[in-house]
């Protein structure tokens, strides 16, 4: 089983600075892509990053510039580094794996990022 477990959420100020961290257990098949998705309260799903397995990122363009999406393979563990935050970016961010070009297959619980 592949098990994906979101860090790193909680309250910062507009303008602040957060990292996300991600670590994923379990099988995996490497040439698969992993990201980040976030959930906005009465809002759709949203992808927020996501990397492949040469490292080729791509961001949604109400990101790009602001946050960075990473990962250390050694330590199974993804990351999103967060700059610049606005209050608009307050949502529950999601980590997810599987097949690029979209339809994850794995998703971790969640975890709440609220920019005031």
């Known amino acids: 089983h592949v098990q994906l477990v979101e860090s790193g959420g909680g309250a910062v100020p507009a303008g602040g600075s957060r990292r996300l961290s991600c670590t994923i257990s379990?099988?995996?098949?490497?040439?698969?892509?992993v990201g980040w998705v976030r959930q906005a309260r009465g809002k759709e799903r949203e992808g927020v990053a996501s990397?492949?397995?040469?490292?080729?990122?791509t961001y949604a363009d109400s990101v790009k510039g602001r946050f960075t999406i990473s990962k250390d393979n050694a330590k199974n563990t993804l990351y999103l580094q967060m700059n610049s935050l606005k209050p608009e970016d307050t949502a529950m961010f999601y980590c997810?794996?599987?097949?690029?070009?979209?339809?994850?297959?794995?998703w971790g619980q969640g975890t709440q990022v609220t920019v005031s």
């Open positions: 997810a794996a599987g097949p690029c070009g979209g339809g994850y297959k794995y």
């Open positions: 379990g099988y995996f098949y490497t040439r698969g892509c």
């Open positions: 990397i492949d397995h040469e490292g080729t990122t």
